[in-house]
């Protein structure tokens, strides 16, 4: 099964979304507090141009799906 690039989940108990990137590096952005976490291990300074390009792919994603639940 291959897996979307980017998965949304929620908290409902406290309110809080979630952004997940399923592909290297993986890792869940907390749309709230905009809190990142990386599962994995890389050199942050290597990959800091696509770090940032994927947390801006990862608000984006996340923009397009609420508006679709609120149209």
């Known amino acids: 099964m291959k897996?979307?690039?980017f998965l949304l989940a929620d908290n409902a108990e406290n309110d809080i979304?979630?952004?997940i990137h399923t592909e290297f590096p993986r890792f869940i952005l907390n749309i709230?507090?905009?809190?990142?976490e990386f599962w994995e291990s890389f050199d942050?300074?290597?990959?800091?141009g696509e770090y940032d390009t994927l947390v801006k792919e990862a608000f984006d994603f996340y923009d397009a799906e609420i508006e679709q639940y609120d149209s």
């Open 32 to 36: 709230n507090t905009d809190e990142l």
């Open 3 to 5: 897996y979307p690039r």
């Open 44 to 48: 942050e300074e290597e990959a800091k």
């Open 17 to 19: 979304f979630y952004v």
